[in-house]
């Protein structure tokens, strides 16, 4: 019956074990990933500019703290992965999404500015983490 379903995984992740799908149990519009807490932009009340403007007001599903891989049934790949890379595009070119992203590395500003948000915390750079909220908005606007 061909493909059915997409692992997608980071390059930067070693696979040690084979992925048991029948273990995972993935299922059409609930795939697999793995938990990182560290995208402290998904939780409610914390700011960040491409959330509020773009996804807020399309938003289907809860944001989900994932990141690493997926496991994705092919059918929904079309349109998640186009809102992935728009969403990580403008993640990136958006200065006021660049604080409160729990990347504190790019914005070591952050840290001097208790209580920012957006452009007044005057990070200087994207967070290296832009494409991990480009798939958690993306995955939330898709369902």
């Known amino acids: 019956t061909g493909t059915q379903w997409v692992i997608m995984i980071d390059s930067d ?3 040690h074990r084979p992925f048991d799908l029948e273990v995972l149990q993935p299922a059409p519009m609930r795939p697999i990933s793995a938990e990182y807490t560290y995208l402290k932009a998904t939780l409610p009340g914390v700011y960040m500019g491409v959330k509020e403007r773009e996804v807020e007001p399309k938003r289907k599903a809860p944001y ?9 049934h092919i059918d929904e790949l079309h ?12 993640v ?3 200065p006021d999404s660049w604080a409160s992203s729990g990347d504190a590395y790019t914005c070591p500003e952050e840290l001097q500015h208790p209580g920012c ?15 991990m909220y480009g798939y958690v908005f993306a995955s939330a606007v898709v369902g």
């Open 13 to 15: 992740m070693i696979v």
């Open 64 to 72: 989900s703290q994932v990141g690493g891989f997926a496991v994705h």
């Open 79 to 90: 349109e998640l992965t186009r809102l992935w890379l728009e969403y990580t595009i403008k």
């Open 92 to 94: 990136r070119a958006d």
């Open 117 to 131: 948000k957006g452009k007044e915390c005057g990070c200087r750079q994207a967070p290296w983490i832009s494409e």
